[in-house]
């Protein structure tokens, strides 16, 4: 982290300067003035709520851009959010920040949170910032709203239902072997491209949203496709099937794994997609295709839901149908 410029100003000023114009958007939040912010109840409506937390050196490297620290944080709680089907509203951002760290760096951060703020339609409605003699660390509370009970669940799937993921999958994972110089055989934009997916995952705000009454079971891919399949089989009482040969990859990815075939792993189990995961019934085809058309998010069937087996998991099969033994917590390549 940088600590050149001026020191930061008291958390008042720091406040006022820096977080108090992402808050034009409620004024309930009070222009960050007061002790809470009020929001109205709206009849009809769930308020969606979820938190993630990133520890510098955990979550990303301490010398990461400022801006693009605060945008990831931003869009991975989006991502929790758009997976339950909820629109986002509010942000509330508890912030850590080591001694020293400098004006500079702040101002960064916050414009990175604007940028986002402005592309999301939220507002940061309050939150606290602190001193800390540890490592930078973050925490954000999302807010969205659904129409009541309607919002979308882990525990929905049942056996028969197709397996959908959004997007394409393996891109997070494979991104951060490129932010790490690993994988120098491949063209540079390749690189470029799954770094920046890596850096700046784009959360399906607008999917998320169009998937309820359609998606029975849904959530966002973050600590790996089978592993996040596995949650909601756990949930939900099944088991499932994903056909290796179908789960889709970028044209970086697909690159990189022709490279070397070992990456095919990485794909299936490694994290920081941010796509949604989501099951339908087996004749809602037409549905998820003109779904696909309207918001321009590819939709992939990856496998399909099955009666809980002993397992009561998560198994891979490859072109042949031929189950690929999963070691535990990983998965073995071909
Ligand atoms: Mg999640």
Known sequence: MSTTGAQAPDEFGLIAELFAPLSAGCPGALNLTDDAAFLAAEPGFDTVATMDAMVAGVHFLPDDPPELIARKLVRVNLSDLAAKGAVPRHLML?????????????????EGLRQDVEEFGVSLIGGDTVATPGPLTLSLTALGRVEAGRGLRRSGAVPGDHVYVSGSIGDGALGLLAVQGRLAGLPPDAVATLAGRYRLPQPRIVLGPALVGLARA???????????????CRVSGVSAVIEAE????????????AMDQSLLALVLTGGDDYELLFT???????????????????LTRIGRIEAATQAAGVSVVDADGVVVPLPRGGWRHF
Not at 104 to 109: E, G, M, N, T, V
Not at 218 to 232: A, F, R, Y
Not at 248 to 256: E, I, M, Q, Y
């Open 94 to 110: 508890a912030a850590a920040f080591p001694k020293g760290t400098g004006m500079d760096w702040l101002r960064a951060f916050a």
């Open 246 to 257: 179908r789960v889709p990859l970028s044209d970086a990815a697909r690159a990189a794994v």
């Open 280 to 298: 339908v019934p087996a004749g809602a085809a037409r549905g998820i295709e003109s779904l696909a058309r309207r918001t321009g998010v590819a």
């Open 218 to 232: 849904s959530m966002d891919v973050s600590d790996g496709l089978v592993q996040d399949l596995g949650h909601i």
